[in-house]
């Protein structure tokens, strides 16, 4: 049985004197105790909570989760992973950012559709929806990916792109689909080859892949949200456990993996070495991107403090998840911080991911 992670070397004495260093550290065993009686009364099937400042880490493992190695459904947090995963491309100046999707998607084209660029796919302006109109019709069926890319390249706009920011899962995905198109490689494989496999993220996949179902904690479908079925019974087979959906790998929110590799990719772009991608495109993923009039996004990455819990500098960048899941990094206070969950965002206000989240920053600021 593998034991519960505790990891703790050191990070007292990195956040200043005794007296400083002790209440600090009090704040980290609050963020702890907070998941702990979460997990205990029930509220939280599973929990993970990795925190890395400076060389230091403190982790550890709630309810049905014993490892910081245990993988949960990171929902949007795969965004980022799935735009870092295409600006590899852009390194080999496969791409440049304001190229037409057009250009690697002749089909993707009309009704402004033609001005769209790449940029604006990973920075929520292209006009794209967030999920299509007949997104449960399609799961309900088990459609595959590419009819998912095929109706997504028709649906309708929502308004002309680069005028205003909405959210958009869809986007994401027409960005794999760049990827997939340069680089002749289904996503899946694409992802992992130049994503997971270089950063040695080995509790992580785009799908499933070589791991099996009852490996992943399975998500508390109560609450869920409602593209994927809202907790309806009648949708056990499509929902967010479902093998059909576990398997799909939306590029958008379908990677599963562990803390301790979130925390990985994240210190990739805080401390950019090269492994990924050159260092001035991991900087260039994390800055704003977006006109001054329209809200600020990175490259897949959400950004400012706004991306985070209060405390955290306007460098932060991060993402969440439908499913529960945080993560951001603040360069400022050089400071990583993933909780990772299976109860729904929607199932609780404030939700134990939140509280948690500020409780690390109040820690480290």
Request: net charge positive; aromatic share 8%.
């Amino acid at each position: 049985m593998r034991r519960r992670t505790f990891l703790q070397s050191g990070l007292a004495a990195s956040l200043g004197g005794p007296l400083l260093a002790a209440v600090k550290q009090e704040k980290l065993d609050a963020a702890a105790a907070l998941l702990a009686k979460a997990a205990r009364n029930g509220q939280l099937g599973a929990a993970a909570l990795y925190v890395r400042h400076g060389k230091h880490v403190f982790a550890r493992s709630f309810g049905a989760s014993r490892s910081a190695d245990d993988m949960f459904l990171l929902a949007s947090i795969s965004k980022p992973m799935s735009a870092a995963a295409l600006m590899t491309l852009y390194d080999q100046d496969k791409f440049r950012l304001d190229d037409a999707v057009k250009k690697f998607i002749p089909e993707f084209s009309g009704a402004s559709r033609d001005t769209i660029t790449i940029r604006q796919l990973l920075t929520h302006v292209s006009g794209l929806p967030d999920q299509l109109p007949e997104n449960q019709v399609l799961r309900k069926r088990h459609a595959g990916l590419s009819e998912f890319v095929d109706r997504a390249i028709r649906t309708p706009l929502l308004f002309e792109p680069g005028s205003r920011y909405r959210y958009s899962s869809m986007a994401i995905l027409l960005a794999s689909e760049v990827a997939h198109r340069i680089s002749g490689k289904g996503f899946l494989r694409f992802i992992d080859e130049v994503l997971f496999q270089p950063l040695k993220m080995n509790r992580s996949v785009l799908g499933l892949g070589k791991f099996k179902l009852e490996e992943m904690m399975p998500s508390q479908v109560e609450a869920a949200a409602r593209e994927s079925g809202s907790g309806d019974p009648t949708a056990r087979d499509w929902d967010w456990n479902s093998s059909y959906w576990r398997v799909f790998g939306a590029p958008w929110g379908g990677v599963h993996a562990s803390a301790a590799d979130v925390a990985r990719f994240f210190s990739e772009f805080l401390h950019p070495e090269g492994k990924l991608m050159q260092s001035e495109t991991a900087r260039l993923m994390r800055r704003n991107h977006n006109p001054e009039e329209v809200r600020p996004s990175g490259l897949g990455f959400k950004i400012g403090s706004g991306s985070a819990s209060p405390g955290c500098s306007e460098q932060t960048f991060g993402h969440d998840g439908s499913t529960g899941t945080l993560a951001w990094a603040d360069p400022a206070t050089d400071t990583i911080c993933i909780v990772l969950t299976t109860l729904p965002a929607a199932a609780a206000d404030p939700h134990p991911r939140g509280r948690t989240s500020d409780l690390v920053a109040q820690a480290i600021s």
